[in-house]
């Protein structure tokens, strides 16, 4: 018998592989496509204070090996998911993971205070790096961006939960080392890296930009080589566990993250091409361990040999 079971935090979970932010919705949406209950846990779609329309359509246009989407953060706000996400979210029997965003410290504290007192939400993943919505605390384009406000941000929260804290990081900076150390010193349990890579697709034909936002967050296999080395780059400065993604479409994809020093891995783009991926990536897991004769998917994280001889 192999063991699946990793540790994130606070968070012990039966298998690594974790249903991605803004790609499953509030589980509700794909109970008819996928058992979520075999998996590790789901982290939700990003959720705001006050309800958000997003951004103009189009919303998502496929490239090569990829997809761009300018989503926004459409969500029905906080209320709205205590009142009717949370009862099918209650009934899951896998940690379930609210993913937050605030457009302000105070919004992210408010959020986080009012998630923190449900007991079936087992972690927080605090987004701090949506392409598509600007934060009022950093000049940068994204909190992700800048590490004083990645740690002071993380920091606050850290007051105020107890629940698991994930600071979710963007791969669009200088130094995911630096910043990656300002969520460990602000006292995030883990952090998951990466979020989309910004990008814009042009119609020729129209002359126009594929998306209505213009731009938007690039996701898909084409980022998996730079995700991964954002993964590598933050397991050798954080001892804090790194949840990985970025392009995981297969077991091997997962695999690679977990040398590269992965916890846990989450699954995105690969559920819009085939919703059974993840308990598809699942089963790969069990059978590389076994052919490799290894025992437990800890014992694996972060074991990239070098290349001597
Ligand atoms: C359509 C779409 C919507 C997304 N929405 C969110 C979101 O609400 N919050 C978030 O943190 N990440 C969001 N993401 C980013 C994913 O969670 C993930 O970080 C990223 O897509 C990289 O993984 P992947 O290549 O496996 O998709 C979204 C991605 C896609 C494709």
């Given at each position: 018998?192999?063991?699946?079971?990793?540790?994130?935090?606070?968070?012990?979970?039966?298998?690594?592989?974790?249903?991605?932010?803004?790609?499953?919705?509030?589980?509700?949406?794909?109970?008819?496509?996928?058992?979520?209950?075999?998996?590790?846990?789901?982290?939700?779609?990003?959720?705001?204070?006050?309800?958000?329309?997003?951004?103009?359509?189009?919303?998502?246009?496929?490239?090569?090996?990829?997809?761009?989407n300018s989503i926004g953060l459409d969500n029905d706000g906080l209320?709205?998911?205590?009142?009717?996400?949370?009862?099918?979210?209650?009934?899951?029997?896998?940690?379930?993971?609210?993913?937050?965003?605030?457009?302000?410290?105070?919004?992210?504290?408010?959020?986080?205070?009012?998630?923190?007192?449900?007991?079936?939400?087992?972690?927080?993943?605090?987004?701090?790096?949506?392409p598509n919505v600007i934060h009022k605390g950093t000049k940068f384009?994204?909190?992700?961006?800048?590490?004083?406000?990645?740690?002071?941000?993380?920091?606050?929260?850290?007051?105020?939960?107890?629940?698991?804290?994930?600071?979710?990081?963007?791969?669009?900076?200088?130094?995911?080392?630096?910043?990656?150390?300002?969520?460990?010193?602000?006292?995030?349990?883990?952090?998951?890296?990466?979020?989309?890579?910004?990008?814009?697709?042009?119609?020729?034909?129209?002359?126009?930009?594929?998306?209505?936002?213009?731009?938007?967050?690039?996701?898909?296999?084409?980022?998996?080589?730079?995700?991964?080395?954002?993964?590598?780059?933050?397991?050798?400065?954080?001892?804090?566990?790194?949840?990985?993604?970025?392009?995981?479409?297969?077991?091997?994809?997962?695999?690679?993250?977990?040398?590269?020093?992965?916890?846990?891995?989450?699954?995105?783009?690969?559920?819009?091409?085939?919703?059974?991926?993840?308990?598809?990536?699942?089963?790969?897991?069990?059978?590389?361990?076994?052919?490799?004769?290894?025992?437990?998917?800890?014992?694996?994280?972060?074991?990239?040999?070098?290349?001597?001889?």
């Open positions: 018998m192999v063991s699946l079971k990793t540790t994130i935090g606070k968070l012990e979970l039966k298998n690594p592989v974790i249903l991605a932010s803004g790609t499953c919705g509030f589980g509700k949406e794909i109970k008819s496509l996928i058992d979520v209950n075999k998996l590790g846990a789901i982290v939700t779609k990003t959720i705001t204070l006050n309800k958000k329309e997003g951004n103009p359509p189009p919303r998502i246009a496929e490239t090569a090996s990829g997809l761009l209320k709205d998911f205590l009142f009717e996400k949370i009862s099918y979210l209650g009934k899951l029997k896998i940690p379930v993971i609210v993913s937050i965003a605030g457009n302000t410290t105070e919004e992210f504290t408010k959020l986080t205070k009012e998630i923190s007192k449900i007991p079936c939400i087992k972690g927080i993943e605090i987004n701090l790096s949506c384009p994204l909190l992700a961006q800048d590490k004083k406000a990645t740690e002071a941000i993380i920091a606050k929260l850290r007051k105020v939960t107890k629940k698991t804290l994930i600071a979710k990081l963007s791969p669009s900076v200088t130094d995911i080392k630096e910043i990656a150390k300002a969520a460990e010193s602000g006292g995030a349990d883990a952090i998951s890296l990466v979020n989309t890579y910004p990008g814009m697709l042009v119609d020729i034909y129209t002359m126009k930009p594929k998306l209505g936002a213009v731009t938007g967050g690039l996701s898909g296999p084409c980022i998996k080589p730079l995700a991964l080395k954002c993964v590598w780059d933050a397991y050798n400065t954080v001892n804090i566990p790194i949840i990985g993604m970025g392009g995981i479409m297969t077991s091997g994809d997962a695999i690679e993250f977990i040398l590269c020093g992965a916890s846990a891995i989450q699954v995105g783009t690969a559920n819009f091409v085939n919703p059974k991926a993840p308990l598809e990536i699942l089963e790969g897991i069990k059978q590389y361990l076994k052919e490799k004769k290894v025992n437990s998917i800890k014992s694996l994280i972060g074991k990239l040999k070098n290349n001597e001889k």
